[in-house]
């Protein structure tokens, strides 16, 4: 088993595999970072590679054997560039993040990721015909390409996105409103006014998303932008001074007026769109009766494990497109673990 398969919870209780976005296993090498020496020659070496990303899209192409390969996810791959073509298009190297190291400490390549600054990269395109990327592939969103990619490059595509756009939010302190500077590899960014000096580092928000059971049924709700006919599982940011499980009991409460006990967590994934980290829980209801909170949801129901056996008759749609999704695998796992599985 992987570094990676353990970090992602795969030996756990119903953890397949890791995640999508998760696992990838690269070494983020965090005692480099604070090396200028060796990050100047890491930037200089032709050997080093950087991720793109362009409005919070990334640069991928279609493998060359996609029909072949797109039955098991793997229709897309991440363009890795070498420094001398990315410094051509991107912002200037002073500003690339440091990733991490591509094989682990004996040895690895170091991959950076950068920046696509202006007008470049709009969703499904390729660089402008003047751009030295011409040809290269496209900018596209994770959410839409996310399941099509090996669990390593969708890990690295989501922690480039992640980082990158962290990063370009924070080109000026707020609390001084002075520009910043890249510190530690990109992964700190400190204010130039010498009287403020801040440090401001990376955010992650964290979001709970739990699948509410009670005896042979889930509840699952609904948001009015979804496609026709998708249910999900109930979820929603941690609030300040909250716990998780708190955050699970709340958010079951203000959305569907369910109490629920016997909170468990599943496991995680990081979500960057543009910066969360999705903990997955599975709760009990113990009381209270289903009352839709009209201004989260458009509709909450409850739903029979014999409901999935004929979704398509019913119209219900599973969220996550490719399975991308960690609400989907909350409730596939809850259906694999019946005795017999009406999941199909």
């Avoid at 400190?190 to 709970?208: K, L, Q, S």
């Avoid at 026709?228 to 909250?242: D, I, K, N, R, W």
């Avoid at 996550?320 to 999704?325: I, L, T």
Wanted: glycine share 12%; net charge negative; charged share 25%.
């Amino acid at each position: 088993m992987s570094a990676g398969e353990i970090l992602s919870g795969v030996a756990g209780e119903g953890h397949r595999k890791p995640n999508p976005f998760a696992g990838g296993g690269l070494d983020r090498a965090t005692h480099l970072r604070a090396n200028p020496g060796w990050l100047s020659e890491r930037l200089a070496d032709p050997a080093s590679r950087v991720v793109l990303v362009s409005r919070e899209r990334s640069l991928v192409s279609q493998t060359a054997r996609e029909a072949a390969t797109k039955a098991d996810g793997l229709a897309y791959r991440p363009i890795l560039l070498p420094p001398a073509i990315a410094a051509s298009a991107s912002e200037p190297p002073e500003e690339w993040i440091f990733l991490g190291l591509e094989g682990g400490r004996d040895g690895g390549r170091a991959l950076f990721a950068a920046d696509v600054p202006g007008e470049a990269g709009e969703a499904g395109e390729g660089p402008p015909s003047d751009s030295p990327l011409d040809g290269a592939g496209e900018f596209l969103d994770l959410r839409g390409v996310g399941a099509m990619l090996g669990q390593g490059d969708g890990s690295l595509l989501a922690y480039a996105r992640a980082i990158v756009t962290w990063s370009r939010r924070y080109r000026f302190c707020g609390t001084c409103g002075a520009p910043t500077r890249p510190e530690q590899g990109g992964h700190v960014r400190r204010c130039r006014n010498e009287a403020c000096g801040v440090d401001h580092f990376p955010r992650t928000d964290p979001a709970i998303i739990v699948l509410v059971t009670d005896g042979d049924r889930c509840l699952l709700g609904r948001k009015d932008i979804w496609p026709a006919g998708v249910y999900s599982t109930l979820a929603g940011f941690v609030e300040p001074g909250e716990s998780l499980s708190e955050a699970v009991v709340r958010e079951v409460r203000e959305e569907s007026g369910i109490e629920v006990g016997s909170v468990r967590y599943r496991s995680s994934q990081p979500w960057p769109f543009p910066a969360s980290l999705m903990l997955g829980f599975r709760a009990e209801r113990v009381g209270g009766e289903l009352t839709v909170a009209h201004q989260e949801l458009v509709d909450a129901r409850w739903f029979e494990r014999a409901d999935f056996a004929r979704r398509r008759e019913i119209g219900l749609r599973l969220p996550g497109r490719g399975r991308v999704s960690i609400s989907r695998r909350l409730i596939e796992d809850w259906l694999a673990a019946a005795p017999e599985s009406h999941y199909q």
